[in-house]
């Protein structure tokens, strides 16, 4: 599986952004996608991530409420929708896929995109 993710950019506190992650492979909708976040300095950190038929999706306390994921399994595609962005925010945002029950664990996934880095300037 290769992903691809795109979306990021400079926004202002308050602003949102919608980062997107599309995969290539005949087995997506097999896969547990998750996003990850890492800031200059910082260890990459859990933000959200969805089960494979997206009945269900979990988040990070420092995004709930405020970011949301889902997907679309006939694209390919997972999705972050990001409202009311904070300046702490800002880091490179990382798409994950991985066959675990379960996503808080950047160990949980076998496969990674890229990353696309996000900005929120105050």
């Known amino acids: 599986v290769q992903l691809q993710a795109s979306g990021g950019g400079l926004v202002q506190a308050g602003g949102s952004l919608r980062l997107s992650c599309a995969a290539s492979?005949?087995?997506?909708?097999?896969?547990?996608m998750g996003w990850f976040r890492q800031a200059p300095g910082k260890e990459r950190e859990f933000v959200a991530y969805?089960?494979?038929?997206?009945?269900?999706?979990y988040y990070a306390d420092s995004v709930k409420g405020r970011f949301t994921i889902s997907r679309d399994n006939a694209k390919k595609t997972v999705y972050l929708q990001m409202n009311s962005l904070k300046p702490e925010d800002t880091a490179v945002y990382y798409c994950?896929?991985?066959?675990?029950?379960?996503?808080?664990?950047?160990?949980?996934?076998?496969?990674w995109g890229q990353g696309t880095l996000v900005t929120v300037s105050s």
């Open positions: 994950a896929a991985g066959y675990s029950a379960y996503g808080f664990l950047p160990e949980e996934y076998q496969y």
């Open positions: 969805i089960t494979w038929s997206g009945g269900s999706t």
């Open positions: 492979g005949r087995t997506f909708s097999r896969y547990v």
